[in-house]
């Protein structure tokens, strides 16, 4: 069965920090591109960040020099470190696994607020 499971979402102040993690069931982490998407409230899912199984990253122009992903291949599970994190930050953040085939996670709940 394959499982994505995002942790480590909450509310955090302008300027703050939070990581979060992806654990990934075994089918579903080798030679795939892992990645973190997010969804404001009324906007379209977009991408924050990818990475390979070579440890190749992508990310959106938005987060650039604030975001890192990162990936530990021996426990499945992918990263996002997010720092000098913005109001506009907020949103859902999803997990996501692609080879071929789109796997998604819960999504985690990301608040920026004073």
């Known amino acids: 069965q394959v499982q994505l499971v995002e942790s480590g979402g909450g509310l955090v102040q302008p300027g703050g920090s939070l990581r979060l993690s992806c654990a990934a069931s075994?089918?579903?982490?080798?030679?795939?591109?892992m990645g973190w998407y997010r969804q404001a409230p009324g906007k379209q899912r977009e991408l924050v960040a990818t990475?390979?199984?070579?440890?190749?990253?992508n990310y959106a122009d938005s987060v650039k020099g604030r975001f890192t992903i990162s990936r530990d291949n021996a426990k499945n599970t992918v990263y996002l470190q997010m720092n000098s994190l913005k109001p506009e930050d907020t949103a859902v953040y999803y997990c996501?696994?692609?080879?071929?085939?789109?796997?998604w996670g819960q999504g985690t709940q990301v608040t920026v607020s004073s």
């Open positions: 075994g089918s579903i982490f080798n030679g795939y591109v």
């Open positions: 990475i390979t199984s070579g440890g190749s990253t």
């Open positions: 996501n696994g692609k080879r071929g085939i789109n796997y």
